[in-house]
């Protein structure tokens, strides 16, 4: 029994920790081999508990599978013994017990009814051309995976980055397992599926090392040199044999970590390149969400469910639930416009083929109901007398603007090489919100009273900027300026002073 170890280790105490013998029955003493371990918790120790880790059952199932050696990292790979986990969680005199399955936890193997819609790149593409447009049954999925073997990692690879790595191609035989979602958020449906917890991420992005079948310390940052927001979605664990890891198994050897990171990076680049199979990042992420792809019923199901969780009440507009999608978001900015909310505009046209989506102008009077900022409470999307000029008329050029259900889906397209769309040629992004909390390369900042000089055109509630690039986009988002018709803040002009219930 070790004494003072963790004090010693964090020191706290200046002597080192020390052995005694434990002679305490052991429940090796039935088997022949074997080791057990037991930890006690100090009384400073943090937490003091350990349910404030996790109290149930499926979380500590999801914690030894993803963190500990019980998740065996096979990847192709047959065990080096057939290992037998059983879990015994006791709180207070309530005791639970289950086996466990000793492999590592894949996001893709994660089951719900309905069922996800991951698809394996690997298995597909042994059937179809890499090149080859994708058929309609397989576009929209909720998730990709893949796995690639030393070979093909060394074929995805560069001809210098072969020469510079040959040695520990040779000597550690990489595997690479990768998997992303739609969807950032669908990280949290996950963990709540196998956890029955959000808020805890046992199973989040990131790179993961892993050394003969085990996983090496914590997840690091993927750096992406291109697709770097949708990087930050993506998890991936990159498999070494026979590295020898430092005492502490947290890193390997520099020369096998950069190659671990390099080829983190390929996966990315591949992945973001795989994107065309995905549901739309902006698609609303939540649960009750059945597929709207199987048929007119579970359709129904999808927006009946979804009005329940999310209504919207603002009459006279006709929607009764928050968007679901992009067509939502066009038709609720065009009520919304209709009733006068967005001072002057002027819609010229809107159109699903063509590379952007709407063009618009503002033109009005400089008197127009709300064209001018009059303070938090009152007219807040209004622009500045600054802004407004000296003129009779507040009149912009035309401005292309793009609509789309939540902003991630505009970076996703803004970073995808299959899409055409550019930075600098969108003045507004019209969305319902945000899932992503930020993007990287990308600044999103509100408007507030300081900056009210940066609002070009009524209604922009944030601004979107590029690294490196002077131009600005402007967001209206919906949620926001819905969320100040129900505090009384934004009035609709044109209701002819019809009451809002």
Request: charged share 25%; net charge negative.
């Given at each position: 029994r ?17 052995m005694v013998e ?8 039935q088997?022949s081999r074997?080791t ?19 109290s149930?059952?499926?979380a ?10 019980i998740?065996?990292?096979l ?11 059983k ?15 000793a492999?590592?936890?894949y996001?893709?193997?994660?089951k719900?009814t309905p069922p996800?819609?991951f698809?394996n790149?690997?298995?597909y593409?042994a ?22 073997d030393t070979?093909?990692i060394q074929?995805?690879?560069s ?20 998997f992303?979602?739609y ?9 709540q599926?196998?956890?029955g917890i959000e ?14 079948r ?13 697709y ?14 026979n ?6 198994r947290?890193?390997?050897d520099?020369n096998?970590?950069?190659l ?23 698609d609303?992420p ?5 597929q709207i792809e199987?048929?007119?019923?579970d359709?129904?199901f ?18 009764v639930s ?8 066009v038709?609720?900015?065009?009520q ?12 010229f046209?809107?159109?699903?083929t063509?590379?952007?989506?709407c ?5 009005c009077?400089k008197d127009?109901?709300g064209l001018?900022y009059k303070?938090?409470?009152e ?6 007398t600054y802004?407004?000029g000296?003129?009779?008329?507040f009149?912009?050029?035309q401005?292309t ?10 970076i996703t397209d803004l970073e ?12 507004i992004c019209v969305c319902?919100g945000?899932i ?10 509100s408007i507030?009273?300081?900056k009210?000089?940066?609002?070009q055109?009524p ?6 900027r ?9 967001i209206i988002?919906?949620n926001?300026?819905t969320d100040?018709?129900r505090?009384?803040?934004v009035?609709?002009?044109l209701?002819?002073?019809t009451?809002l219930?």
């Amino acid at each position: 029994r070790m004494q003072y170890g963790r004090a010693w280790a964090k020191a706290e105490r200046t002597e080192t920790a020390y052995m005694v013998e434990d002679s305490n029955p052991s429940p090796l003493e039935q088997h022949s081999r074997g080791t057990y371990i037991q930890v006690q918790l100090s009384s400073d120790t943090r937490p003091r508990s350990l349910n404030k880790i996790a109290s149930t059952l499926n979380a500590w199932k999801v914690i030894l599978r993803t963190k500990t050696a019980i998740g065996q990292v096979l990847l192709a790979r047959e065990p080096v013994v057939a290992l037998q986990a059983k879990l015994k969680l006791i709180d207070d005199n309530k005791t639970d017990e289950t086996d466990i399955e000793a492999t590592f936890l894949y996001p893709h193997t994660s089951k719900r009814t309905p069922p996800f819609r991951f698809l394996n790149l690997v298995e597909y593409y042994a059937t179809h051309h890499e090149q080859s447009k994708p058929p309609t049954d397989k576009v929209r999925q909720d998730g990709l995976y893949l796995e690639w073997d030393t070979e093909r990692i060394q074929k995805e690879f560069s001809a210098d980055q072969r020469t510079k790595y040959a040695e520990q191609f040779k000597a550690y035989t990489p595997v690479i397992y990768a998997f992303v979602p739609y969807n950032v958020r669908l990280w949290v449906e996950l963990n709540q599926i196998e956890a029955g917890i959000e808020r805890r991420a046992y199973i989040n992005p990131g790179l993961m090392l892993a050394v003969n079948r085990q996983r090496l310390g914590e997840l690091s940052e993927i750096k992406a040199k291109r697709y770097e927001h949708f990087g930050k979605s993506v998890f991936i664990i990159v498999h070494f044999d026979n590295v020898k890891p430092d005492q502490g198994r947290k890193t390997i050897d520099a020369n096998a970590e950069e190659l671990a990171k390099d080829a983190a990076d390929r996966v990315v680049q591949y992945l973001g390149k795989q994107s065309i199979f995905l549901r739309p990042s902006g698609d609303a992420p939540t649960p009750e969400q059945r597929q709207i792809e199987k048929d007119h019923g579970d359709w129904v199901f999808n927006v009946r469910s979804h009005a329940q969780v999310a209504p919207l009440h603002i009459p006279p507009v006709t929607y009764v639930s928050t968007p679901l999608a992009e067509q939502d978001v066009v038709g609720l900015f065009h009520q919304l416009s209709s009733l006068g909310v967005f001072a002057g505009i002027q819609i010229f046209a809107t159109s699903q083929t063509h590379t952007y989506d709407c063009l618009i102008q503002f033109d009005c009077d400089k008197d127009e109901p709300g064209l001018i900022y009059k303070g938090k409470e009152e007219n807040p999307l209004g622009i500045s007398t600054y802004i407004r000029g000296g003129g009779a008329r507040f009149s912009t050029k035309q401005l292309t603007v793009e609509f789309k259900n939540n902003l991630d889906a505009l970076i996703t397209d803004l970073e995808s090489d299959n899409s055409p769309k550019a930075f600098g040629n969108i003045d507004i992004c019209v969305c319902w919100g945000q899932i992503s909390e930020s993007f990287k390369g990308y600044e999103l900042e509100s408007i507030t009273e300081a900056k009210l000089d940066e609002r070009q055109f009524p209604g922009i509630t944030h601004l979107l900027r590029h690294n490196g690039d002077a131009h600005v986009i402007g967001i209206i988002m919906l949620n926001t300026v819905t969320d100040m018709i129900r505090a009384g803040k934004v009035s609709m002009p044109l209701l002819d002073d019809t009451p809002l219930s």
